[in-house]
């Protein structure tokens, strides 16, 4: 799997809430870290709707072709 083919999908909980798309990797010494996901749209993140979440790599539990699954 490579970097980019994680941007773009969108993350949803266990129980199907969805937590928005990703927009943003954290890697830290060749190691995903963090998926930062939330509003799609640039305007929507650069505006007052700004708040995101932070998802560790650790609660992924699947990632399918256009989703990406947590605990």
């Not at 990703?22 to 007052?48: K, M, N, P, T």
């Amino acid at each position: 799997m490579r970097l980019s083919d994680l941007e773009g999908k969108v993350v949803r909980r266990r129980d199907g809430e969805t937590l928005g798309t990703v927009f943003e990797v954290w890697i830290h010494d060749a190691q995903v870290v963090y998926l930062i996901c939330g509003a799609r749209g640039l305007w929507q993140r650069l505006s007052s709707s700004r708040g995101g979440h932070r998802v560790p790599w650790g609660e992924v539990q699947r990632v399918t072709a256009r989703e990406i699954w947590i605990d």
